[in-house]
């Protein structure tokens, strides 16, 4: 059972450019979040797509954007890179359903240089 | 949103319990409490969660105080693959999204001396 993957492993970019970032679920997991984790820094979160719908963002500006797919995998779009922007990119999968249960699962991550 | 607070870091002889400790003041009723761990050049992974009972797995038990307001997590023998950076989270369910949301804190990076 393939837990969640991420790719690239690795990206370099420089300041302007545009960056896409995909990401796999858990297989039957439904749900899928999107963190940024600055160098030392706990995740911060991005959003969360469901039934292919944004259904929460956190605190970051619109260059951030993202999709989800009918078989749930889903990408995070950059735009307008800064250099504040390279951290690693962290993708969380769950299955939405009993309170008791839901828990995430996370990928290794794409780590994200901006030049 | 609720915040969690921890200790910025923390050691531990190995073979020893370790005691990572969790505030949460502003948590609501049915915020689940949830703690996961990141080894190096890893992404998190799952340990435990609980919403009021204490709760025991194979990797930990989670103490959670009678008002809610703290937790612990106790690793009852801690190794040396036990050292990692430790977060506490709540999870809580925004009326308006339909799914769940998870605020991660600082966490606590754990050393374990051989």
């Known amino acids: 059972d393939a837990g969640v993957t991420q790719s690239p492993t690795h990206l370099i970019k420089t300041r302007g450019q545009q960056v896409t970032l995909r990401c796999s679920p858990k297989s039957g997991h439904d749900t899928v979040s999107w963190y940024q984790q600055a160098l030392g820094q706990g995740p911060q979160f991005i959003f969360q797509y469901y039934e292919e719908e944004e259904r929460q963002r956190g605190n970051f500006p619109d260059r951030f954007s993202g999709h989800q797919f009918p078989n749930y995998s889903s990408e995070l779009n950059v735009n307008a890179l800064l250099l504040g922007d390279s951290a690693l990119y962290l993708c969380?999968?769950?299955?939405?359903?009993?309170?008791?249960?839901?828990?995430?699962?996370f990928g290794p991550g794409t780590r994200l240089t901006v030049l | 949103d609720a915040k969690t607070t921890q200790p910025n870091s923390m050691e531990s002889n190995e073979e020893e319990p370790v005691h990572l400790p969790c505030n949460h003041s502003t948590i609501s009723g049915t915020d689940y409490i949830h703690w996961y761990r990141q080894l190096p050049s890893q992404g998190p992974e799952y340990v435990i969660h609980?919403?009021?009972s204490n709760v025991n797995n194979r990797m930990a038990s989670l103490a959670i105080a009678e008002d809610r307001k703290s937790s612990t997590l106790i690793l009852h023998r801690a190794t040396l693959r036990d050292a990692a950076v430790y977060y506490c989270i709540l999870r809580f369910f925004p009326l308006t999204s339909g799914t769940y949301k998870y605020i991660f804190g600082t966490g606590t990076r754990l050393k374990v001396l051989a």
């Open positions: 609980g919403l009021t």
């Open positions: 969380a999968s769950s299955l939405l359903g009993d309170s008791s249960t839901d828990t995430q699962y």
